[in-house]
Every structure is written in C-alpha cells, then in structure tokens.
Nanobody, 125 residues
Framework: QVQVAESGGGSVQAGGSLRLSCAASGDTDSIFCAAWYRQSPGKEREGIAS????????WYADSVKGRFTISQDNAKRSIYLQMDSLKPEDTAMYYC??????????????????WGQGTQVTVSS
C-alpha cells in the first residue's frame, strides 16, 4: 500500500506560479510511476503529467505542456508539479496518484492505484 498526500495549492493571479508537492509513504519502493490529475466542477478528471520513477521520463497533456513541470525526489519520496504561466482555466482540484506497473501517461484507460485527497488551485483573472 502507498499513501500520498498533496500540498501547495492556493489562490494566484493569472500569469503567476505555484508548486504542488506530493509526499508518498508506505511501500514506496513499489511505485513505478506517479501522475498529477486535475478536476474542476462539471468537467471530467484530466491527467496532466506523469513521471517514471526509475528513469525520470515525463509526459504532459497538451493543455499544460510548456507551462507545467513534473519532477521527483526519490530520496524524499516526493513528486512535484511546478506550474507557471497559470491561467484561469487551470483552476481545479489537483490530485497526485501512483501506480505499480503498466502504462504511465495518465490518458484515458490508464488506471492509477493510489490517490491523495487533492489540493485546490484557484487562478483569478
């Protein structure tokens, strides 16, 4: 079992930056990849970024590519999401998730096993 907990959300004006953190605990050696998802009211959950634990390969959704950066610190068992050039449409609850095996990019059909409670990001215009 892996437990994950997000932090770092908040309110920011458009064009600003935030850095989200995800702390993993438990059987963290079993983590194969980690991802960030987001969901805003009335919209489907969207996978926006992932990172492979072993080699650091990353994937980004087109909606955040060039603005968001996912990273990890395996020693600290943490995953981060640096969000720059934020837009009002980035407003959402952001979730961290991990999985043990399989496809990492959080596209439709990819299943992640362990989820945090989420952290709210609000971007005002």
């Amino acid at each position: 079992q892996v437990q994950v907990a997000e932090s770092g959300g908040g309110s920011v004006q458009a064009g600003g930056s935030l850095r989200l953190s995800c702390a993993a605990s438990g059987d963290t050696d079993s983590i194969f990849c980690a991802a960030w998802y987001r969901q805003s009211p009335g919209k489907e959950r969207e996978g926006i970024a992932s990172v492979v634990s072993d080699d650091g390969r990353t994937w980004y959704a087109d909606s955040v590519k060039g603005r968001f950066t996912i990273s990890q610190d395996n020693a600290k068992r943490s995953i981060y999401l640096q969000m720059d050039s934020l837009k009002p449409e980035d407003t959402a609850m952001y979730y961290c998730a991990t999985k043990r095996v399989g496809v990492c990019p959080p596209i439709k059909g990819t299943v992640y096993n362990y989820w945090g409670q989420g952290t709210q990001v609000t971007v005002s215009s």
